[in-house]
């Protein structure tokens, strides 16, 4: 097996810590600055989706709706499959909510298995398949306030 580059592998855990700051900026631009334009993605809840657009709405979906949030990565592996690099992370993403809900949280933890591709612009995530594992707390502050009092 042919090893994986010490600067490939920097560059990569730097990426993972990247994205995790942009979707707790809600820094929505910067999406495109870790993952691929033409990324395919699984975050378990639509299916298979594809595309940055597609990307920035599944994240807008959710967090614009919530107050402040805090991904944390940790535990990764990194293997070579062919031209691709496959990182294996745990993910544990805390979410507050917002306004009058600002008293809850929604704890989510599970892995992100991310597909990598060296680009001209740099290592971008090419596919994201989320696999959670734990839910814990109130899954309404994902949601439109007015669509949550409904939900409860």
């Keep these: 097996m042919t090893p994986i580059d010490p600067r490939s592998r920097g560059e990569i855990l730097n990426q993972l810590a990247r994205?995790?700051?942009?979707?707790?900026a809600k820094d929505w631009d910067a999406v495109s600055d870790v993952f691929a334009d033409d990324v395919v993605f699984d975050y378990g809840d639509l299916g298979e989706?594809?595309?940055i657009v597609a990307l920035r709405d599944q994240?807008?979906?959710y967090l614009d709706n919530c107050g402040a949030t805090q991904h944390l990565?940790?535990?990764?592996?990194l293997?070579?499959?062919?031209?691709h690099l496959v990182s294996r992370a745990y993910v544990q993403a805390r979410h507050q909510g917002a306004g009058g809900r600002a008293d809850r949280f929604l704890d989510t933890n599970g892995e992100y298995v991310?597909?990598?591709?060296?680009?001209?612009e740099g290592?971008?995530?090419?596919?994201?398949?989320?696999?959670?594992?734990?839910?814990?707390?109130?899954?309404?502050i994902l949601m439109p306030e007015d669509a949550a009092a409904t939900h409860n």
């Design 79 to 83: 293997n070579r499959d062919g031209d």
């Design 123 to 140: 290592w971008r995530i090419v596919r994201r398949d989320a696999v959670w594992a734990i839910h814990m707390g109130d899954f309404s």
């Design 59 to 61: 994240f807008r979906r």
């Design 49 to 51: 989706e594809r595309g």
């Design 114 to 120: 991310d597909r990598w591709e060296e680009r001209p």
């Design 19 to 24: 994205f995790a700051r942009v979707v707790d």
């Design 73 to 77: 990565i940790g535990s990764i592996i």
